[in-house]
C-alpha cells in the first residue's frame, strides 16, 4: 500500500535512521521531520533556525550533523531528546550545503560557497580542523570510507 505524507512543505532531503525505523525529513522553514516508517505518519519535529540543507546521521550514535546556511551554522540534534543539543557557527565560511561524515575519525566534511571551500570540523567539538579551496558552486559530496576519499561534485 502506497501512503503519503503531504504536511511537510519543502521537502527536500531524506534519511532512514535503521536501527530506530524512523525516516528523517528536511522541510519548510526550518525544521526536522521524524516519520514513522510502519505507519508513515509524522510522529514529531525538530525545530531549526532557518531551512536545513544536506544532513548526516551518526551510525554508532544518536547525533544529526545538519547544514542550516541561511542562519550560517551546522546544527547538531540529538535523535533521541529530538532536539538541538548544539550549534556551531559558519560566519567565515557560508553558503553550507553539501557535507559528508567521517564518523570513525570523527570528521564532518562541509562544502561552502562562500568562499568556495572544503571545511573539515571535528564531530566532537565542532572546532575547525582544515579548510582547503575547492572549484565554485559546490553541489555535493561524499565520503568513501573504504578508500578514505572524499568525493567532490562542483561546477
Known amino acids: 500500500m502506497l501512503k503519503n505524507v503531504t504536511s511537510l512543505d519543502d521537502a527536500d532531503n531524506l534519511r532512514f535512521d535503521s536501527k530506530a525505523k524512523l525516516a528523517w525529513l528536511g522541510y ?3 525544521a526536522l521531520g521524524v516519520v514513522d516508517t510502519a505507519t508513515v505518519k509524522q ?4 525545530k531549526l533556525a532557518r531551512h536545513p540543507e544536506s544532513y548526516q546521521l551518526e551510525q554508532n550514535g544518536s547525533r544529526i550533523f545538519v547544514n542550516v546556511p541561511d542562519a550560517k551554522q551546522v546544527a547538531v540534534v540529538d535523535r533521541e531528546k529530538r532536539g538541538v543539543i548544539a550549534t556551531w557557527p559558519m560566519e567565515k565560511f557560508q553558503a553550507n550545503f553539501p557535507m559528508a561524515l567521517d564518523e570513525p575519525n570523527h570528521r564532518l566534511y562541509i562544502g561552502c560557497r562562500k568562499p568556495a571551500r572544503l571545511v573539515v570540523l571535528d564531530t566532537d567539538t565542532g572546532k575547525l580542523v582544515a579548510d582547503l579551496a575547492i572549484s565554485g558552486d559546490i553541489d ?4 568513501d570510507a573504504v578508500h ?8
Not at 43 to 46: E, K
Not at 148 to 155: A, F, I, K, V
Request: proline content about 0%; charged content about 15%; glycine content about 16%.
Open 28 to 30: 519548510g522553514d526550518g
Open 148 to 155: 578514505t576519499q572524499l568525493y567532490l561534485s562542483c561546477g
Open 140 to 143: 555535493d559530496l561524499f565520503y
Open 43 to 46: 510522529i514529531a519535529d525538530v
